[in-house]
């Protein structure tokens, strides 16, 4: 692959344009955030000086490495992995201004004491396991509603939309089939008009499969490989704390 990000992310930009065009939707309506797992710093700041302002990571060890050297650069931070309850001190005080991977209620009440000891709330997705693997996180489909419920109790637990990984495949109809999943989700949510709730996200598509998420309805997706290159670990490795 490419490794000129800057010319990837024109690539990948234009992707997105198109397959917008496509399906008759404003290209505006689609942010590209680069999942910046096991990238180093040096490059991280080549796309962001190339003009993006969104990136996560997956990992809290390196949101704590990369967070200095990042710091000087104005962007925002959103973290993406499975996140740990003794993980979230380290969450807040590393600049992450979302939580995408927030999948169950006991995560979310020790989220809300340590938002309330330091006076602060925190945006989250709500992650749906939509391609019922047991190597996923995520809550189930058909208990994220109540979740959603459950967690606009929690006044500084401010929901704003869903996120999933989908299936892992080359079959585009089984991709689909998850992200058509968490879109009729988010219409069920946006139908209850929960107090507290904002359903306006969808974060779902990555390097492999963005294309086919737009198309569904996302309005945020995940991309790493296209723009930084492969990396040399197993999948697993990404989706652990």
Same mark, same amino acid.
């Given at each position: 692959?490419n490794n ?56 809290v ?48 009440? %020790? ?5 309330d000891?330091?006076? !602060? ?27 959603? %419920? ?9 929901? %704003? ?7 892992f495949?080359g079959?585009?109809?089984?991709? !689909? ?38 198309e ?26």
């Amino acid at each position: 692959m490419n490794n000129d990000i800057a010319s990837n992310l024109q690539k990948i930009s234009s992707r997105i344009e198109k397959t917008c065009t496509r399906c008759k939707r404003d290209p505006a309506e689609v942010k590209l955030l680069l999942a910046t797992k096991t990238v180093s710093a040096r490059r991280i700041k080549e796309a962001l000086l190339a003009g993006q302002t969104l990136i996560a990571e997956n990992k809290v060890q390196e949101l704590k490495e990369k967070f200095g050297s990042l710091q000087d650069i104005p962007h925002t931070d959103h973290f993406i992995g499975h996140l740990q309850s003794n993980k979230i001190k380290d969450i807040l005080k590393y600049g992450v201004s979302c939580i995408q991977s927030l999948d169950r209620l006991s995560l979310a009440e %020790k989220l809300q004491q340590r938002l309330d000891l330091e006076d !602060r709330s925190m945006e989250v997705f709500i992650q749906v396991n939509t391609s019922n693997e047991d190597s996923k996180y995520g809550v189930h489909p058909a208990l994220a509603i109540e979740l959603v %419920k459950e967690i606009a109790k929690l006044p500084r637990v401010q929901v %704003k939309g869903l996120m999933t990984i989908g299936l892992f495949s080359g079959e585009a109809v089984k991709v !689909r089939r998850c992200f058509r999943l968490l879109k009729s989700i988010q219409q069920e949510i946006l139908a209850l008009n929960i107090p507290g709730v904002e359903m306006n996200e969808l974060s779902m598509g990555m390097s492999n499969d963005f294309e086919i998420a737009i198309e569904e309805g996302a309005t945020m997706v995940r991309v790493g490989t296209a723009v930084f290159g492969r990396r040399k670990y197993p999948d697993s490795y990404y989706w652990s704390g």
